[in-house]
Nanobody, 114 residues
Framework: QVSLVESGGGLVQAGESLRLSCAAS????????MGWYRQALGKQRELVASVPSRGSTTYGASVKGRFPISRDNAKSTVYLLMNSLKPEDTAIYYC????????WGQGTQVTVSS
């Protein structure tokens, strides 16, 4: 069964850090560029960062320099290290294949208090 399971969210104060994990199963993760997305209440889902199997990562302007993305193909897992969190980073965070995306999972809630 093909699935993506996000974890690692929580409630933190501004300036703190969190590391999100995305565990993929049912497909060869190394074949795909993987992305982290987020959706804040009342807003559209947006791409936060993406990492290809080989090559350069890409970042949204609002997180560049704060949220490094990485992957461990041996573990079929993608990570998002979220540093210097801000209240505006509050959202549900999802991972998915950048191309040929799967159905969206439940995501993981990140809440940043000021």
């Amino acid at each position: 069964q093909v699935s993506l399971v996000e974890s690692g969210g929580g409630l933190v104060q501004a300036g703190e850090s969190l590391r999100l994990s995305c565990a993929a199963s049912g497909f060869i993760g190394s074949d795909y560029e993987m992305g982290w997305y987020r959706q804040a209440l009342g807003k559209q889902r947006e791409l936060v960062a993406s990492v290809p199997s080989r090559g350069s990562t890409t970042y949204g302007a609002s997180v560049k320099g704060r949220f490094p993305i990485s992957r461990d193909n041996a573990k079929s897992t993608v990570y998002l290290l979220m540093n210097s969190l801000k209240p505006e980073d509050t959202a549900i965070y999802y991972c998915n294949r950048r191309n040929s995306p799967l159905s969206w999972g439940q995501g993981t809630q990140v809440t940043v208090s000021s």
